[in-house]
């Protein structure tokens, strides 16, 4: 069987099938529908497209009147067909004649984890987050969407912030998108569905959320081990990291849901990150009969490691080596890339400027605020990435202090020197602060436990004590999240339009577990139970690390989050300021 993607279905399919995963299914050869194919007139064909005009038109070019290319045809069209589009497969005959499958899948969406999503939409923020009406781009974001609910089995109660009208519109015209899926498919069903055997579990909510409301968190630094990697390291869609222009290891590293280790270990601090691997690496070396320190529960840095696991060549291990290695290997370039820029430094400003409050919890006075932006401006010039970095804290600068007064706006760029596409930074990252929620954000909390004391070993050894103090900021979708979960978010300020909120509700029984991958080979944790109807987060603008971790933080409740596009500090700041990508 030969399997033929157009471009839109291979962004689909690749995150969650692998080249196994189809040949499990008869499939023998996989091809791009826009290039050139050799004709295998007795084999079936299965076409998986969006449906587009391109793609139809190139699925009927391959069964004109010189010759057909396959033998039977089975279509999958990732959205609804167009009836316009139906038409001109109605008048291709010889692909009609061969015709035995036409589907449509609603997989109009990248599942890029277990419980993350994106619509492949990036540049949506300046579209709808920006005060402007773009009806167009609406239906677009509402007919993806309406994808993921009815992949799902979700008929969601949707939720959005009143006032915005973007928001508005998404949710009335997703709102019309499920109730016409529900009446010309009288077989499909959704859960919370009254009368339906197919499930107890309560109906979902979905909360859109505007992009707008919280410009600072893509501008700050994470230290979770997923965000490290993606804002340091040189990362592509599929997860492959390399390094220098090379992969490391002199092969192509994956980081993705195939890795148990990673799906662990992503959403936690560095230094705990490295704490596990060292304790992975001690267990691994101690089974295979090597000894890893001269002194009896020494500690290793990273460098240490790495050479202890060189000596683990047993056949029995060598699997767990390779991907202990590999995540060893990882972390010493995060951390490598942290001290080589003193990013430490940095984010203690970033975090006295956006929490309010220094490490001692005392509040960050407007002249206290501007004094450390200067000197950490001035630091950055010596260090690498010395144009994103200060890019960087200037937005962040620009966002905690709200409203910015003239005065200080002109006292900086005349103090620090900034250069014309900094001052234009300055300016579009003020005006961003007119569309943000009039109360100041809620009190920070801090967000991570501290760890055993003592000093690092090494320069890119595990952060120390007072290293967490770089993770003192909470994203504000956490506090929304959380309510949410709760049944706690108010009614007014988030209505539902379409039914009654009380009917969100979780009941106490234990109806459905995460799909958070919970148990690999190297233990075992035990799966929450979750009540009440599924939450799905959909921010319009894109989505940081920072609020995919978040997500999973909560109990509870089952928590999935989607957004128009993933979103990185430097994608980021070139969206919001395009002057500023001169500087990155």
């Known amino acids: ?73 089975h279509i999958f069209f990732l959205s609804p067909i167009p009836d316009e589009l139906m038409g001109v497969l109605g008048k291709a005959p010889l692909l009609v004649q061969r015709l035995k499958t036409l589907k449509e899948l609603n997989l109009d969406f990248l599942a890029i984890e277990s419980q993350v999503f994106h619509l492949d939409m990036p540049g949506t923020y300046t579209q709808l987050c920006t005060g402007a009406v773009v009806p167009e781009t609406c239906h677009f974001v509402a007919k993806r969407l309406a994808t993921v609910c009815i992949t799902s089995n979700e008929f969601p109660f949707i939720r959005y912030k009143t006032g915005n009208t973007n928001m508005s519109h998404i949710a009335q015209i997703l709102q019309s998108y499920m109730e016409e899926h529900v009446a010309r498919s009288p077989t499909w069903w959704f859960h919370g569905q009254a009368g339906s055997k197919k499930t107890s579990r309560c109906r979902s909510t979905l909360l859109l959320v505007d992009r707008a409301d919280d410009p600072l968190t893509p501008m700050m630094h994470e230290y979770t081990y997923q965000a490290m990697v993606n804002d340091l390291l040189d990362v592509n869609e599929s997860g492959a990291v390399k390094f220098n222009g090379k992969s490391a290891a002199g092969s192509e590293v994956f980081l993705n849901e195939n890795d148990e280790l990673w799906v662990e270990l992503r959403h936690e601090h560095i230094a705990k990150v490295i704490e596990t691997l060292g304790d992975r690496v001690k267990e691994l070396s101690k089974n295979a009969g090597a000894k890893l ?56 400003v970033e975090q006295n400027l956006a929490t309010g409050v220094n490490e001692e919890g005392q509040t960050m006075k407007p002249a206290k605020a501007l004094e450390e932006l200067l000197d950490a401006l001035q630091q950055a010039n010596a260090r690498p990435l010395a144009a994103e970095i200060r890019s960087r804290l200037i937005a962040i600068y620009a966002i905690s202090q709200r409203p910015l007064s003239d005065d200080d706006a002109q006292l900086l760029v ?10 234009a930074l300055l300016s579009q990252a003020v ?24 000093q690092p070993k090494s320069a890119i050894a595990a952060p120390s004590e007072g290293d967490y103090s770089a993770s003192r900021y909470v994203c504000p979708l956490r506090d929304i999240v959380e309510r949410l979960a709760e049944d706690k978010l108010s009614a007014s300020e988030f209505p539902c339009i379409n039914g009654d909120m009380a009917a969100t509700m979780a009941d106490s029984k234990p109806v459905v577990q995460s799909a958070r991958q919970t148990h690999n080979r190297y233990g075992t944790k035990k799966k929450p139970a979750h009540t009440g109807g599924r939450i799905i987060l959909f921010v319009v603008g894109g989505c940081s690390d920072a609020e995919k971790r978040s997500v999973y933080e909560v109990t509870g409740r089952e928590v999935m989050i989607g957004a128009t596009a993933p979103l990185s500090s430097r994608g980021w700041l070139a969206e919001v300021a395009p002057t500023a990508a001169a500087l990155l």
């Open 1 to 73: 069987m030969v399997l033929v993607f157009d471009g839109t279905a291979t962004r689909v399919v690749t995150p969650v099938l692998g080249m196994y995963d189809l040949m499990e299914e008869r499939v023998t050869l996989v091809e791009s529908l826009e290039k050139k194919r050799q004709p295998f007139t007795e084999m079936e064909v299965v076409y998986i497209v969006a449906p587009t005009s391109e793609s139809v038109q190139r699925i009927c070019a391959d069964f004109d009147a010189a010759q057909c290319m396959y033998g039977d045809v």
């Open 431 to 454: 005006a961003m602060t007119t569309r943000m929620p009039v109360a100041p954000p809620a009190e920070k909390k801090k967000f991570f436990s501290l760890g055993k004391k003592g």
């Open 414 to 423: 005349r103090e620090a020197s900034l250069t014309p596409e900094e001052q």
């Open 293 to 348: 320190a001269k002194d009896s529960g020494a500690n290793l840095n990273l460098t240490e490691m790495a050479d202890a696991m060189k000596k683990v060549t047993s056949g029995e291990y060598q699997e767990m080596n390779a991907k202990l290695s590999k995540h060893l290997n990882v972390t010493q370039q995060c951390m490598a890339k942290f001290q080589e820029s003193d990013l430490m430094e940095i984010s203690r």
